[in-house]
Every structure is written in structure tokens, then in C-alpha cells.
Nanobody
Framework: VQLVESGGGSVQAGGSLQLSCTVS????????VGWFRQAPGNEREEVAS??????AKYPDSVEGRFTIFLESKDIVALRMDSLKPEDTAKYYC?????????????????????WGQGTQVTVSS
């Protein structure tokens, strides 16, 4: 399984970027993909996640500005609008299996076991 991020770059505050996570070598139809970021000296932060049914989640720090979506069967995109200097970080995507749990009768995301190498996003004021 390989994940490759693209679309990073430099933008002024208030601008937009769209990142792409291209997944190859993965054949399951039930999965979760998360976008994470890490700035120097900071802990890694999850900024968006989506499951194979299209259910998305965001932390308060990006809610209303970031949108994660399934662009195709192989690409998960992250649209970032109204960017702020504090959004500057290296952005990573990660993939997890989403197995069905008989005990609860639901699908649940497992741990993220596959990671990309990241793409840098720099927002200037």
C-alpha cells in the first residue's frame, strides 16, 4: 500500500489550497482516511477524516475552513480555505481499515497503519 500526498505549496493568508492523497495497492471497499499536520516543535494533529461512506469529521480549529472528500476511488482530497499562518505545517494522509464489528453491528475505523511522506503547506501573513 502506498500513499502519496500532493498539492502543497505557499499561499498568503486568506488563500486556498487543495491537497490530494493518492492511494495505491489497497483493495478494500471499507476504509478511513485521515489528514494530519505537524509543525516543527508541535505535536501531530488530525485535521480531517473521512470513511468510505463519506462521513467526515473535523476538529474545531479547521471546522468550516477545511473540507475532506472522496475525489475518486483512489484519491482523497483536502480543500483548505481561509488559510491562516497557523495552518503552516507538513500535511500527511493516512489510511486505516474499517472492519465490521459483529458485537455492535457497525463499521469502525481501526488504527492508521499506512502513511504518506507528507507535503508542506506554508501560509504567510
Amino acid at each position: 500500500v502506498q500513499l502519496v500526498e500532493s498539492g502543497g505549496g505557499s499561499v498568503q493568508a486568506g488563500g486556498s489550497l487543495q491537497l490530494s492523497c493518492t492511494v495505491s495497492g489497497f483493495t478494500s471497499s471499507s476504509f478511513c482516511v485521515g489528514w494530519f499536520r505537524q509543525a516543527p516543535g508541535n505535536e501531530r494533529e488530525e485535521v480531517a477524516s473521512i470513511d468510505s461512506d463519506g462521513n467526515a469529521k473535523y476538529p474545531d480549529s479547521v471546522e468550516g475552513r477545511f473540507t475532506i472528500f472522496l475525489e475518486s476511488k483512489d484519491i482523497v482530497a483536502l480543500r483548505m480555505d481561509s488559510l491562516k499562518p497557523e495552518d503552516t505545517a507538513k500535511y500527511y494522509c493516512a489510511l486505516a481499515l474499517r472492519p465490521f464489528h459483529l458485537s455492535t453491528g457497525t463499521y469502525k475505523c481501526g488504527a492508521y497503519g499506512f502513511w504518506g511522506q507528507g507535503t508542506q503547506v506554508t501560509v504567510s501573513s
